[in-house]
């Protein structure tokens, strides 16, 4: 099943977009973040933020998304967080 519990918040600053949320508990077997529907990153089961620097461009909509797969086979996902770009 999927269900949103995850909330991230996220912030735009010159050539990055950070994203921050609260660490899930107990820790998820993998975690991972998507950006606009490309595969996703995956990340340190313990991360609490992601930050993207990979080519954010000013004026330029970027869309988030973090999943975790619990061990329980629950998939936990957010709902998208959109920033736009800035230099």
Do not use: F, H, M
């Amino acid at each position: 099943p999927v269900v949103c519990s995850i909330v991230p918040i996220g912030e735009a600053s010159e050539k990055q977009n950070t994203l921050t949320w609260t660490p899930l508990s107990p820790l998820p077997v993998r975690l991972r973040v998507e950006r606009d529907d490309s595969p996703a990153t995956g990340i340190p089961i313990t991360s609490a933020e992601y930050i993207d620097r990979n080519g954010i461009v000013c004026n330029v909509r970027y869309c988030y998304l973090v999943e975790a797969d619990l061990t329980d086979q629950t998939t936990v996902r957010s709902a998208p967080v959109c920033l736009r770009g800035l230099s």
